[in-house]
């Protein structure tokens, strides 16, 4: 089944309502085996065009990951990513801020992570947190100590946003493409996820009471996605709303995504001039005796 790419994405402009957008949708795979299959050839065409990426030079590809908990980051990450090269990609998991980088603006401490060109560049959680986290906790605000911050005034928010777009554009400027997945998970499937953590000794440290908590804050979460998500996606740092109730499926898509928008880059090796070629011709020689 082939993918409608533009389905998933954010038109810019366009207002977000999350309960008019699915969590899940049609399979894109048939069977188990079926799926391996897709995400493998997915994966082998991902490696081949991060190698070309590094030999090019001249662009690198950020990642933004952003969800609900038990939406699938972690796992999507692992799996779409299993095939590239380590010393090409970079993933940073950003939590609660230190005393240091509250000591910076919002912006600080990932634009410290950014990748190199050549580079693929992965962020589980991103500056995003500062209007989405921080949006629903305004208590984390006022703990950054900024003149005038008022967690009530929307205009506070609205140069949130400006800033976020203009460190994006400034990226695509200078050769970084910017692609931004949420994975948009139901409700009732976070409560069967949890459910499964507590259930599966193995997984009881991936849960905690701050996560019920977060979980009684659902409505606000949505909506102060909704508002980023429709602020911030742009035709040059796309937003993909995943669904993301059937992990596998949501794989294909973000891997999908991802290849697309490599090629899209048009990245081809190094041209060689005559002078290089002449080069190369005479050291071949000399290698032949």
């Known amino acids: ?21 699915p969590t899940r949708v049609k399979p894109l795979y048939a069977t188990k ?3 391996a299959q897709l995400l493998a050839s ?14 090019d030079n001249r662009h690198a590809l ?5 969800a609900m908990d038990a939406a699938g980051k972690d796992g999507a990450i692992k799996h779409v990513m299993s095939g590239v090269n380590p010393q090409g990609c970079q993933v940073y998991s950003f939590k609660h801020p230190s005393a ?3 000591e910076h603006d919002f912006l600080w401490r990932t634009t410290q992570c950014l990748p190199e060109r050549g580079r693929i ?28 911050a008022k967690p009530a005034d929307t205009a506070f928010w609205r140069h949130r946003y400006r ?9 695509q400027r200078n050769g970084t493409q910017v692609v931004k997945f949420f994975l948009h998970l139901s409700k009732e499937e976070q409560r069967r996820r949890f459910l499964a953590r507590i259930d599966d000794p193995a997984k009881n440290w991936k849960f905690s009471q701050a996560d019920i908590a977060e979980r009684a804050r659902w409505k606000d979460y949505q909506s102060a996605y909704e508002d980023c998500l429709a602020a911030t996606s742009t035709a040059h740092a796309p937003w993909h709303i995943v669904p993301a109730d059937d992990k596998a499926n949501a794989r294909l898509i973000v891997s999908e995504v991802i290849v697309n928008t490599l090629a899209n880059l048009k990245l081809r090796y190094p041209q060689l001039d005559q002078t290089r070629r002449k080069e190369l011709k005479a050291i071949r020689h000399l290698l032949a005796k």
Not at 2 to 18: C, D, M, Q, S, Y
């Open 1 to 21: 089944m082939k993918l409608e790419l533009k389905t998933f994405r954010v038109p810019e402009g366009a207002k977000v309502r999350l309960k008019e957008w």
């Open 163 to 171: 800033s976020i777009l203009d460190l994006e554009k400034h990226l």
């Open 62 to 66: 950020l990642l933004i990951f952003q």
């Open 33 to 35: 085996k079926d799926y």
């Open 100 to 102: 240091q980088e509250l």
């Open 42 to 55: 997915h994966v082998q065409q991902l490696s081949a065009m991060q190698s070309l990426l590094y030999a």
């Open 121 to 148: 560049g992965i962020f589980n959680r991103s500056y995003y947190e500062e209007v989405l986290i921080v949006r629903v906790h305004p208590e984390i605000l006022r703990g950054e100590g900024l003149p005038g």
